[in-house]
């Protein structure tokens, strides 16, 4: 059974960076199949796509979102058991809880859609203050 357990969250100044981590048990992100894509949850809103990086027998190529696009980079995918979610300049409208997510094979649907994924963490916290 693979389990993903996000971290790094937390409570911090417009204009900072963090690094969010999600480490995997049960499975690998050493993997030339897997998919690995973050999520976010802001309050009294619907989850969005944040980031994505696609396995590498499907390219390995990284995507995201247009709110995040030059502040944001996936990294680790390839690597090992913990991927990274490095987020920069944030905004206070990058508070939300943040997911990993991930799907080993085939992905049938976009990657940027939350019904790809199999496999989710429970989320870290951030929380950006003006």
């Known amino acids: 059974q693979v389990q993903l357990v996000e971290s790094g969250g937390g409570l911090v100044q417009a204009g900072t960076s963090l690094r969010l981590s999600c480490t995997a048990s049960?499975?690998?992100?050493?993997?030339?199949?897997?998919?690995v894509a973050w999520f976010r949850q802001a309050p009294g809103k619907e989850r969005e796509f944040v980031a994505v990086?696609?396995?590498?027998?499907?390219?390995?190529?990284?995507s995201y979102a247009d709110s995040v696009n030059g502040r944001s980079s996936i990294d680790g995918v390839g690597a090992g058991n913990t991927v990274y979610l490095q987020m920069n300049s944030l905004k206070p409208e990058d508070t939300a809880v943040y997911y990993c997510?991930?799907?080993?094979?085939?992905?049938?649907?976009?990657?940027?859609?939350?019904?790809?994924?199999?496999?989710w963490g429970q989320g870290t916290r951030v929380t950006v203050s003006s």
């Open positions: 049960g499975g690998t992100f050493n993997s030339a199949t897997v998919t």
């Open positions: 997510a991930a799907g080993w094979g085939r992905i049938l649907a976009s990657v940027r859609d939350a019904g790809a994924y199999a496999y």
């Open positions: 990086r696609r396995s590498s027998s499907s390219g390995g190529s990284s």
